[in-house]
Antibody, heavy 123, light 108 residues
Framework: QITLKESGPTLVKPTQTLTLTCTFSGFSLNTSRVAVGWIRQPPGEALECLALIYWNDDKRYSPSLQSRLTITKDTSKNQVVLTMTNMDPVDTATYYC???????????????WGQGTLVTVSS | QSVLTQPPSASGTPGQRVTISCSGSSSNFGSYYIYWYQQFPGTAPKLLIYRSNQRPSGVPDRFSGSKSGTSASLSISGLRSEDEADYYCAAWDDSLRVFGGGTKLTVL
């Protein structure tokens, strides 16, 4: 059974760096064609994929946020960490991590999601 | 501005058939399957349709998907009150997952 859970601060101040941890079970990030991604959703708005880290440690970032994002993995702890620098109130959102698998005609798609964690950016 | 385009809202009465559209471009629709997610308020999205028209185990066959060119659609037949939710389409584009803006389905 695949499960994922996000953890991190619920409140950060503008200009601070956000660090979120995704702790997962039921799969290994050493397995070929497996990835973990971070997706966010501002209140009342749409989903936005932020970053993906692949089984081989390859990484992909949202072009609009690439300069602010870093994604890393610790396979021994079954964790993926996302850092986002220079936080702004517009970054207030629910942040989800999700399990992803590769399909030749789909790319990497998300099939299992964490419950999400709401991060508010305010002074 | 989302990469994929969906109508912001849709509605129907119980028992009706409702269709939600999703459009994109050749870079995301051209060679790839489309995925659909269902999201209830305060909860995480749930995979509803994969590979454009396949249902994961447990998803009722009232839900179906299709894709043609740079458009896709999600159809819900025999609409039920519990189908009231937000629906998102998703595709693969330039090595990242992209989503539609979401459609809020209201069951009247």
């Amino acid at each position: 059974q695949i499960t994922l859970k996000e953890s991190g601060p619920t409140l950060v101040k503008p200009t601070q760096t956000l660090t979120l941890t995704c702790t997962f079970s039921g799969f290994s990030l050493n397995t070929s064609r497996v990835a973990v991604g971070w997706i966010r959703q501002p209140p009342g708005e749409a989903l936005e994929c932020l970053a993906l880290i692949y089984w081989n440690d390859d990484k992909r970032y949202s072009p609009s946020l690439q300069s602010r994002l870093t994604i890393t993995k610790d396979t021994s702890k079954n964790q993926v960490v996302l850092t986002m620098t220079n936080m702004d109130p517009v970054d207030t959102a629910t942040y989800y991590c999700a399990h992803s698998v590769y399909d030749f005609w789909s790319g990497y798609y998300f099939d299992y999601w964490g419950q999400g964690t709401l991060v508010t950016v305010s002074s | 501005q989302s990469v994929l385009t969906q109508p912001p809202s849709a509605s129907g009465t119980p028992g009706q058939r409702v269709t939600i559209s999703c459009s994109g471009s050749s870079s995301n629709f051209g060679s790839y399957y489309i995925y659909w997610y269902q999201q209830f308020p305060g909860t995480a999205p749930k995979l509803l349709i994969y590979r454009s028209n396949q249902r994961p185990s447990g998803v009722p066959d009232r839900f179906s998907g299709s894709k043609s060119g740079t458009s896709a659609s999600l159809s819900i037949s025999g609409l039920r009150s519990e189908d009231e939710a937000d629906y998102y389409c998703a595709a693969w584009d330039d090595s990242l997952r992209v989503f539609g803006g979401g459609t809020k389905l209201t069951v009247l």
